[in-house]
């Protein structure tokens, strides 16, 4: 077996939501798994989180349905809502709630004709402006809810932060007071938080938190951001191995385009890792790379299948040594930060291709996810 792989720790997972109900005593946890669970199994870690969660969240019905499929009985909230009518049966045959984001939405609500009333939370657009209904509109829409038969019990108010992650707390402030001037006539349960808020302002905890990326072991903060450090622990070790070694002469290029030149004397190993594994391809030359623990930087292009990693300064290396792209001892936001982008997207677009295992104790016994 090629072994580009990414090693799974379900403990990892559970350590993570610990985390959360720690920091968040007072409020119920929805754990969001949309996006395969950031590129980690959606089923998996839905098993492996469900009986330690209040509710589950997803970005669309068909996510919502596949882990219905997989067993998972947990509540779903559909986070953008329906996308039609239709699905509002669905949603009321099968056990999910429905954010209501629109007055189209409220409509096609109002007018359906279910099986059973659905859970409802409204959405209420504070500044971010992407989903959600205005401020003024927020204590019609909420009357409107209570007065639908098709909306079961009483109404959730939603929002969601631009800027949670920012150093400046200055947007995020004024959207949490906006919130709570809707909120407060209306004596609404509340949610607003994701993981950036959870960690970085309690005073917008409310009674439901909406976890996503810090569940998987990563700081939303920036690398230099002292908030960064948070006691969580990286769900995905993304994982390789040496296949060659070559020592190349000063002035020798390596990989595509030339774009990395030996300024002395190299030792250059190849790791069979590539954009095709999830890897990304913009990844700068020095981002580290660990080979056998220790840090090396990347030299030359990614490649699809390969990746070539400068390891002259280390001890000996050999074909078969262990290659480490992000996980433990490399966090995921520095390879990002190499690579112009940001944890959450290397995560969501690893490809099938990877194969996804469950980590234990013996590796010889790692479970693949298929
Ligand atoms: C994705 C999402 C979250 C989770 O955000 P994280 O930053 O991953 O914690 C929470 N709420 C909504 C509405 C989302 O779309």
Known sequence: ?????????????????????????????????????????????????????DALAVACIEEALAL?????????LLLQGVFSPDEINIAADTGFWLTIHSERQLCWLEGARLSAPVPCWLKVDTGMHRLGVTPQAAAIFYQRLLACPNSLGQPVL???????DATNPDNTLAQITCFNTIA??????CSAANSAAILAFPQAHYDWVRPGYMLWGNSPFGINNPAHHQNLR???????????????????????????????????????????????RNALNGTPVLINGQRCPLAGRVSMDM???????????????????????????????????IGYELLTRMPLRTPRIVASDHPSSGQLIR
């Open 1 to 53: 077996m090629r072994p580009a792989k990414a090693l799974l720790d379900l403990d990892a997972a559970r350590h993570n939501l610990a985390r959360v109900r720690e920091l968040a005593p007072n409020s119920r946890v929805m754990a969001v798994v949309k996006a395969n669970a950031y590129g980690h199994g959606a089923s998996l870690m839905a098993h492996a989180l469900e009986s330690s969660v």
């Open 68 to 76: 219905r499929e997989a067993g998972i009985r947990a509540p779903i």
């Open 158 to 164: 939603s929002t969601h932060f631009a800027c949670a």
């Open 184 to 189: 407060a006539p209306l004596n609404a349960p």
């Open 234 to 280: 990286p769900v995905m070790t993304l994982q390789s191995a040496v296949t060659a070694v070559r020592d190349i002469a000063p002035g020798e290029a390596v990989g595509y385009g030339n774009t990395w030149i030996a300024t002395k004397a190299a030792r250059i190993a190849t790791v069979t890792i590539g954009y095709g594994d999830g890897y990304p």
């Open 307 to 341: 990746i070539t990693v400068d390891v002259s300064d280390i001890g000996p290396v050999r074909p078969g040594d262990t290659a480490v792209l992000w996980g433990e001892s490399l966090p995921l936001a520095e390879v990002a930060a190499n690579s112009d982008s």
